[in-house]
């Protein structure tokens, strides 16, 4: 394929961002090559600066459940963008989404909107450390809950591609504030909130990992937690940035039938627009100014037109059968992989949860970071490559998650599993 364009503008974009991006696991660093330069999506579809046309797996790295440029969304933020883009005062478009992601999380009995999935968490921590008046944090390892600086330590996503999980500028009193215990070791939290639950704020966790590629919670794992952050006074905290309203209408919390103190999102609820969001009991977050003292605030907070694009996004996912049809898309997918893996005798181990997957290139069964990590970077990376140049578009990482939208169909599935079954056969030459 050619993609002189793409590489045109990477060469210019160098010149003025780091990294020629403005999110490093975008640059395709673990992969190699250039990035590729996106013009316009349209459904399952996006389409590069030369004109090729990729189906697309990435969904903007989680928010486009519905595809690109689903009309409903596309009318509502015309019309919202007439009446204007913000205003620094309340609206009613706020409400809106409020209270539809009210419906679907039992346990949200207020929720702020801020501008990412970032804030979303960063603000959660404080307030569980204001809530408690503990210092302490228990995150995961490789669990990603953005670029917070409690957080950046030991991180997943793009922190871990890159070998960085511990960022340089994270000074050393915070970093021991923070706790990391391995996913899915039951063990490990049991032990450690007995030793030092006193000083826990919270834990934070997200249900199912999507952040070291994506790893489902391990039998009885999720319930050990709720059951010692509760018996404790520790607020837990469902990092359902990617998960709410992905891999069931209420998220993990509906899908695991477990209620979280506090609930951070973001993605789908803007619906491609710049969105995040924190809520919980009512106890906990009227500690939030102006209700309460522990402080945090945003000029574009609940701003109009994401608001607007997240109701509608919402709202489309409230359709009977919605998740049905992820589910029977993706299950196509995973079942595909897999057999395409098998077909070509490539060691593969595959997860998925719903419409959120991904594809590991180890002989290992991965259910934690350690087995992650043997996924083959070099393996993935002539993977990733291969489909590319096949017309399909995957994270340009081994250590992130792949998505099914809705705007998917079967013949994009089908025309995606015969270019995997080249591309794993490539892999063994
Ligand atoms: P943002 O600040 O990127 O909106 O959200 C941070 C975040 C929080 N929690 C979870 C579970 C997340 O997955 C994320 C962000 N996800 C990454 C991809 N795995 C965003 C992509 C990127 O960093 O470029």
């Known amino acids: 394929m050619n993609r002189s364009r793409s590489d045109t ?7 003025s961002m780091p990294g020629g991006v403005n999110s490093p696991v975008r640059n395709f ?3 190699g090559g250039s990035p590729v330069f996106m013009d316009r999506g349209a459904g399952s579809r996006v389409y590069d600066v030369d004109g090729n046309e990729y189906i697309d797996y990435l969904g903007s790295w989680g ?14 933020l015309k019309k919202a ?12 478009a706020e409400i809106r989404l409020a209270e539809l992601v009210r419906t ?17 968490t960063m603000s959660a921590l404080r307030v569980a450390r204001g809530y408690t008046g503990r210092d302490l944090a228990v ?6 809950h953005g670029h917070g600086d409690s957080f950046l330590i030991q991180a997943g996503s793009g922190a871990a591609t890159f070998g960085i999980p511990d960022s340089p500028g994270v000074p050393a009193d915070l970093a021991k504030m923070t706790i990391n215990l391995p996913y899915n070791d039951s063990a490990a939290v049991r032990r450690t909130l007995a030793e030092r639950g006193d000083d826990v704020a919270c834990v934070i966790i997200e249900p199912v990992a999507g952040n070291m590629g994506m790893i489902p919670p391990a039998e009885g794992f999720l319930e050990t937690i709720r059951e010692e952050t509760e018996k404790r006074g520790i ?6 940035v990617i998960t709410g309203f992905r891999i069931a209408f209420g998220g993990a919390q509906e899908r695991f039938g477990i209620q979280a103190d506090m609930t951070c999102l973001g993605k789908i609820i803007g619906g491609g627009l710049p969105v995040g969001a924190y809520g919980g009991r009512r106890e906990i977050m009227e500690t939030v100014a102006p209700a309460g003292e522990v402080y945090q605030a945003g000029t574009l907070s609940g701003n109009p037109l994401a608001m607007t694009a997240g109701y509608e996004t919402v709202r489309q996912l409230q359709e009977p059968g919605v998740y049905d049809r992820l589910e029977s898309l993706a299950a196509r997918l995973g079942d595909g992989l897999r057999a395409a893996a098998a077909e070509a005798g490539v060691p593969a181990y595959l997860t998925r949860v719903g419409s959120m997957m991904c594809t590991f290139f180890t002989d290992q069964t991965v259910d934690d970071f350690d087995a992650a990590s043997t996924s083959d970077a070099d393996t993935y990376g002539r ?11 995957l994270a340009p990482s081994r250590l992130e998650t792949g998505f099914v939208s809705l705007a998917h169909t079967e013949e994009d599935i089908d025309r995606t599993l015969e270019a995997a079954r080249e591309s794993m056969k490539c892999l063994c030459v």
């Open 81 to 92: 963008c007439e009446r204007g883009t913000s205003f620094g005062t309340p609206t009613e």
């Open 104 to 120: 679907a999380f039992p346990s949200i009995d207020l929720i702020r909107m801020v501008n990412s999935g970032t804030e979303a």
């Open 139 to 144: 995150k995961f390892e490789a669990g990603y």
């Open 9 to 15: 503008l990477f060469d210019q974009a160098r010149r």
């Open 235 to 240: 607020i837990l905290i469902f990092d359902e």
């Open 63 to 76: 928010p486009l459940i519905l595809g690109h440029g689903h009309p409903a969304v596309v009318e509502a």
């Open 383 to 393: 993977y990733f490559w291969n489909m590319l140049d096949r017309g399909v578009y």
């Open 29 to 31: 660093g673990r992969v």
